[in-house]
């Protein structure tokens, strides 16, 4: 997933994880931000998958046993 990440005039930094709309989060860094914003990004994606809502694909991200 892409983050992006701008610095606010007041001087936090936000970062979005794009193909979440609306997931977006604030740090006193960029590491910080972007951090927060992969936490969400988790969070997100689980409460989807808990309510069988479309996610991208995180097929890359698992490897199931046979």
Same mark, same amino acid.
């Given at each position: 997933?892409?983050?992006?990440?701008? !610095?606010?005039?007041?001087? !936090?930094?936000?970062?979005?994880?794009?193909?979440?709309?609306?997931?977006?989060?604030?740090?006193?860094?960029?590491?910080? #931000?972007?951090?927060?914003?992969?936490?969400? #990004?988790? !969070?997100?994606?689980?409460?989807?998958?808990?309510?069988?809502?479309?996610?991208?694909?995180?097929?890359?991200?698992? #490897?199931?046993?046979?």
């Amino acid at each position: 997933m892409t983050i992006e990440i701008d !610095r606010e005039d007041d001087g !936090r930094w936000l970062a979005e994880i794009m193909e979440l709309p609306g997931a977006m989060a604030y740090g006193d860094s960029r590491e910080e #931000a972007a951090a927060h914003a992969k936490a969400l #990004a988790l !969070r997100v994606l689980a409460d989807r998958l808990d309510h069988g809502e479309d996610v991208p694909d995180i097929a890359p991200l698992f #490897a199931v046993a046979a």
